[in-house]
């Protein structure tokens, strides 16, 4: 199976390193912004020689596309993709709490007559929360707490500092549309959470800097006719980026092993 993958960061990269030896799955593409060119090169020429470095999923060739980039990554990449026939498989889950995305995902997948699969990532319980959802949810809550480090770069420091915190810190509570849309690179398991259960608009979210973990954390409380669970998550960050989990890479390469085994769980 002929792959583009589309981002070269900390899941890129350490995605390369786990299927480099996967003889099913051929590295085709890295597709980068042209400033990401010269280190996706880099990476690339160790752990995916065969791989062309470009700036966008080549027209021909490609039998599937992963994607490691980021919310713009989807309209840019995957949405074209889609509409020719590619499936994709998307880490950037947050993206759809961009109004119309969802649809639109949905309407490339069905002209391309394809799919696009949103992977569980950061976070598990996934299968537990879609399958309970049929029967009818009535409570889904999600807590994210990270070190306060992990929060740089975004509006949990406006009006404080984050290398001050010397306790707990709630930094959001809101739904899960607008935690996805204002922490675009911490609240992609916020969305996830939401399209398995009751939705963007009917997830309530809490995101903490905490100076007491080292991990990050994920919560999720969910009730409804099934019953109910309370799920725990301490995941390791990527030392190369500290806001993503390493959960998130084997997540991402599960589901490309899950589109040539012969058995899959
Ligand atoms: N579902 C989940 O549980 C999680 C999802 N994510 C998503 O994965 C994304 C990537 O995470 P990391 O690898 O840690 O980030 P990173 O910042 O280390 O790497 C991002 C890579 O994507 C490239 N890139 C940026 N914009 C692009 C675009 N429009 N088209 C193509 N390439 C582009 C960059 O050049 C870089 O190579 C996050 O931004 C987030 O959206 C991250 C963590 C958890
Ligand atoms: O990797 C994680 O721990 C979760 C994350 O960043 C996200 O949900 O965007």
Not at 189 to 203: M, Y
Not at 222 to 241: D, V
């Amino acid at each position: 199976m002929q792959i583009a993958l589309i981002g070269c960061g900390a899941i890129g990269t350490a995605l390369l390193e786990l299927v480099k030896d996967d003889v099913g799955l051929q590295i085709a593409a890295v597709v980068v912004p042209a400033e990401g060119a010269e280190a996706a090169r880099a990476v690339a020429q160790r752990l995916a020689p065969g791989a062309q470095v470009v700036q966008a999923v080549p027209a021909d060739g490609i039998d599937l596309v992963v994607e490691a980039a980021g919310h713009a990554a989807i309209e840019q990449h995957v949405l074209p993709a889609l509409r020719r026939g590619v499936p994709c498989i998307v880490a950037s889950v947050g993206a759809l709490s961009a109004a119309g995305l969802p649809e639109q995902l949905e309407a490339a997948a069905r002209e391309g007559r394809t799919q696009v699969q949103l992977i569980a990532g950061a976070i598990g319980g996934i299968d537990a929360l879609a399958a309970a959802r049929i029967g009818g949810l009535s409570t889904v809550r999600y807590t994210g707490r990270k070190p306060p480090h992990a929060w740089k770069g975004t509006p949990a420091e406006q009006g404080r500092d984050l290398d001050a915190l010397a306790n707990e810190t709630v930094i959001f509570e809101g739904t899960a549309r607008e935690a996805a849309a204002q922490f675009p690179k911490n609240a992609n398991v916020a969305a996830t959470v939401s399209l398995a259960g009751l939705g963007l608009d009917r997830t309530t979210v809490r995101l903490i800097a905490d100076p007491a973990v080292r991990e990050n954390l994920h919560q999720v409380e969910a009730a409804g006719a099934f019953g109910s669970f309370e799920l725990t998550m301490r995941n390791q960050p990527l030392a190369a980026n500290p806001k993503t989990s390493a959960l998130t890479v084997f997540s991402a390469v599960r589901a490309l092993r899950g589109k040539v085994a012969p058995l899959v769980i």
